[in-house]
């Protein structure tokens, strides 16, 4: 069982930046950072694999994200900028045991509670 703890989450204005802290109790294959809008879907946006550093990002956020992370701590962060009001959401950072894909729920075994992102115009 891996627990995961989300923070960093917060109320900004467009064009704003934030980071998220996504911190591991124990070793996972990758980490992945979903969201969920009001009435939709959720949505995987971001993942790092953790053994080798590589990293995927979606189209809607590509350009805009960065993951880096901190072996020692067992955490991940993500570097959020120019956010904009539809980056609103819960954003949730998920932990997988095996390859599969970065952005299926269905792919990974372990969620947070999630840290809710509002960003106002």
């Known amino acids: 069982q891996v627990q995961l703890t989300e923070s960093g989450g917060g109320s900004v204005q467009t064009g704003g930046s934030l980071v998220l802290s996504c911190t591991a109790s124990?070793?996972?294959?990758?980490i992945g950072w979903f969201r969920q809008a009001p009435a939709k879907a959720r949505e995987g946006i971001a993942g790092?694999?953790?053994?080798?550093?590589?990293?995927r990002f979606s189209d809607p956020v590509k350009g805009r994200v960065s993951i880096s992370r901190d072996t020692a701590k067992n955490t991940v962060f993500l570097q959020m900028f120019n956010l904009q009001p539809e980056d609103t959401a819960m954003y949730y950072c998920?932990?997988?045991?095996?390859?599969?894909?970065?952005?299926?729920?269905?792919?990974?075994?372990?969620w947070g509670k999630g840290t809710q992102v509002t960003v106002s115009s």
């Open positions: 998920a932990a997988g045991k095996r390859r599969g894909t970065m952005f299926s729920e269905l792919d990974f075994d372990y």
């Open positions: 790092i694999y953790t053994e080798t550093g590589n990293t």
């Open positions: 124990g070793y996972a294959y990758k």
